[in-house]
């Protein structure tokens, strides 16, 4: 049941939605052409559609079209002028110089904009080649590149607008899937045998990708005046439902206590199972949404919680009944007991179709949860400066590049040395971790692909059969390039070594040429990336603390809001929860990547870590106490938790004031008289414990902060 769950979920994703009309856009035009025996205009064409697949990313449909027109624009500007000039090596290496200088700054602007300039590259590349050119001339071959790119455009955008709601149900499918297993995650701390600091870390990891398809969705959805505006309940539902969705990962972060004392305190009961059971069904249930939401089907519901949460009562009741105080427990069921709410809730509008017709914040209100991208030439300008990590990277990639054109022409090996240039565009990233990592990848995948594709082509003979495999091949490339990249070039070695077999080139000779040039452009790319203008992350993770903490501090400004009995902007509270999954998810993956470096290049590691995970748990403990503070009988508050919240203010701000002072404004809160601590409830010794350890979560990462 769950593998074909699977099998299906893949095959109504996005990824193989994509691999489908790319491979459908670039083979058609030669398949065409080869039926009119004009084969070479055929692969101009496809090769200009290809080139324009790269700048095919998802997002809103105004800035899928204008990215590609944009594309088609550079890569004939690219094409036209290699063409003029490949008959000349020293040319060709002062545009490799200058070209690749330039298209790797398009990064500033963004991963639309850097895919444009990514594209733009490989044209240069593949132009190189006189040969590539001389069947159809210079400007022809520029025309039928840019008819390619025009024609994978049009195509694109036609299949966007048929099925307008696709892609972001796809995208949204696999956000609720990501934070399933968040919630699957965290059902572990309730496991008094699981590791505590092993979940901690698989917790901060599953947090980046969690942001990552939340910003996904967030742009298809809020940038979307189609989503948003329209008046059939179709978009809507789309947006009420991804509300939902994060306001239930909130709650999924608000579930942290310290689980360590709950393991001490609670480990002799059977309490802790019956919290750890739900909470996995609560996983079960969102991966169960996630695929009834990407195979558009009504969805079903899994589990009913209600004997749960009454068996887990009975539970909570027992445990008081032994004299331990259950308040702690009592605090986890009701959020437990909302997250199952939040899910009832989802299936609701699929129920009742007229529930997605309700309001929703005004478009304004959902713009600001968006980034905008301004592409105002200052950017560019303001970027050209060593202390920019993209124009070091892009001086990187322009030296790296001539190096390998260098080699290429000092140290032919075979017609197709064009594949090391190649190789080096691709893996060069811009830290060295990211460069590390698709270097292994690309290796692997050539290599085990290139063996395959070379199998393939000795025993299989049949022009039919060659075909199907080609197909399936590139389906397979296409779909995996976002996906898993190492699957991604195991299927593309086979399909290139296809390919070139139905053009007449030796198999062996071609496979064993491209594994070759694939090892050298990994070989000079790895090394540039240690060598050349090395982009090393401890150099800027230090602005990732400041800013975490900083989002924590607005953060936790929502507390003292509520407990000052200030007016409750829900606008502005989300604001700031948004602002604190993006800067823990920006500081969790510029540490990982740090780990990825070599020893010798690492700093302070442990301090790091150790920030990482408290800062994750201060922004759990935060949510876990605006959740408490949002119930209407909340208790009331006295001057210890006044105190408390000052204190922690006031402490944080003086850690980001140490860090750096720029951007950074402490706001001072006024309280309203408190009453003293005479007659204190069960529920304001609660909320002290909890102000109590943010206080001391803060206190513990200020002894983190490296000097």
């Not at 001490?264 to 739900?278: E, H, M, Q, S």
Request: aromatic letters at 12%; hydrophobic letters at 45%.
């Amino acid at each position: 049941m769950n593998q074909s769950r699977e099998i299906k979920s893949f095959i109504f994703s996005q990824y193989f939605s994509d691999g489908l009309r790319i491979t459908f856009g670039v083979l058609l035009p030669s398949v065409i052409f080869y039926q009119l025996d004009q084969l070479s205009i055929g692969l101009t064409i496809s090769l200009g559609a290809l080139c324009v697949s790269i700048a095919d990313n998802p997002g809103p449909l105004v800035h899928k079209r204008n990215g590609m027109l944009f594309c088609n624009l550079f890569i004939l500007v690219s094409s036209v002028l290699t063409s003029l000039i490949n008959w000349s090596p020293i040319l060709i290496g002062l545009e490799i110089l200058i070209l690749s200088f330039v298209f790797s700054m398009f990064s500033v602007y963004g991963n639309r904009a850097s895919s444009i300039g990514t594209a733009a590259l490989f044209i240069m590349i593949l132009t190189i080649d006189q040969n590539i050119v001389a069947n159809n001339g210079v400007w022809n071959h520029a025309l039928y590149i840019f008819f390619g790119g025009i024609w994978y455009t049009v195509l694109s955008i036609s299949l966007s607008q048929l099925s307008p709601y696709r892609l972001p149900q796809q995208a949204l499918s696999e956000c609720i899937r990501e934070v399933g297993e968040f919630v699957l995650i965290k059902s572990d701390f309730y496991d008094i045998k699981a590791d505590h600091d092993s979940n901690y870390k698989k917790l901060v990891e599953k947090q980046v990708v969690v942001h990552q398809h939340q910003d996904d969705v967030r742009e298809l959805l809020f940038k979307s005046r189609l989503m948003v505006k329209e008046s059939t309940s179709s978009g809507r539902l789309l947006i009420l439902v991804f509300v939902d969705i994060v306001d239930l990962y909130e709650q999924a972060m608000a579930t942290h206590y310290d689980y360590q004392a709950i393991r001490n305190t609670y480990g002799r009961t059977n309490v802790l199972d019956g919290f750890k059971d739900i909470i996995v069904k609560l996983s079960e249930e969102l991966e169960n949404l996630s695929y009834f939401i990407i195979s558009n089907e009504k969805p079903e519901r899994l589990h009913h919680y209600k004997a749960d949460l009454d068996a887990l009562k009975f539970s909570i009741d027992k445990v008081e009944e032994q004299g331990i105080s259950s308040l702690v427990l009592k605090k986890i069921l009701i959020n437990i007991r909302n997250m199952a709410g939040r899910v009832r809730k989802i299936y609701s509008y699929y129920d009742n179709p007229q529930l997605a017709g309700e309001s929703i914040r005004s478009t304004e209100d959902l713009k600001k949860f968006v980034s905008h991208q301004d592409f105002d030439l200052k950017i560019m300008k303001d970027n050209l400066t060593f202390e920019s990590s993209m124009f070091r990277h892009s001086v990187r990639v322009a030296l790296v590049c001539f190096i390998g054109y260098l080699v290429s022409k000092l140290f032919p090996f075979g017609h197709h040395s064009y594949w090391i240039l190649l190789t080096i565009l691709v893996i060069l990233k811009p830290a060295f971790s990211l460069t590390k990592q698709r270097n292994i990848q690309r290796l692997v995948g050539t290599l085990c692909g290139g063996v395959a594709g070379a199998l393939i082509l000795i025993f299989v003979k049949d022009e039919l059969t060659l075909f199907v495999l080609l197909l399936i091949f590139m389906v397979g490339t296409f779909s995996f390039q976002r996906l898993n990249y190492i699957i991604s070039v195991l299927f593309m070695t086979p399909y290139i070594l296809i390919l070139f077999s139905f053009l007449g080139e030796n198999n062996l000779t071609i496979a064993q040429e491209r594994i070759v040039d694939t090892f050298i452009g990994s070989f000079i790319a790895l090394a540039a990336s240690f060598i050349i203008l090395p982009n090393w992350e401890y150099h800027h993770l230090r602005n990732f603390m400041r800013e975490a903490l900083v989002a924590n501090y607005h953060y936790l400004l929502k507390v003292a809001d509520v407990l000052a009995e200030r007016p409750f902007d829900i606008t502005l509270y989300k604001l700031a929860r948004k602002d604190v999954y993006v800067s823990s998810a920006n500081l969790g993956s510029a540490f990982q990547r740090m780990q990825s470096e070599p020893k010798s290049k690492q700093q302070n590691t442990k301090e790091i870590h150790s920030f990482v995970v408290l800062n994750h748990m201060l922004s759990s403990f935060i949510a876990t106490l605006i959740t408490n503070l949002q119930t209407t009988d909340k208790p009331a508050t006295n001057e210890s938790h006044v105190k408390l919240v000052r204190k922690s203010l006031f402490t944080l701000s003086e850690i980001i004031k140490k860090m750096g002072t720029e951007d950074f404004k402490e706001i001072e809160i006024k309280f309203p008289e408190a009453p003293g601590n005479e007659n204190v409830s069960k529920d304001q010794i609660l909320l002290y414990e909890q102000l109590d350890s943010i206080n001391k979560l803060i206190l513990d990462i200020q002894k983190t902060i490296p000097n």
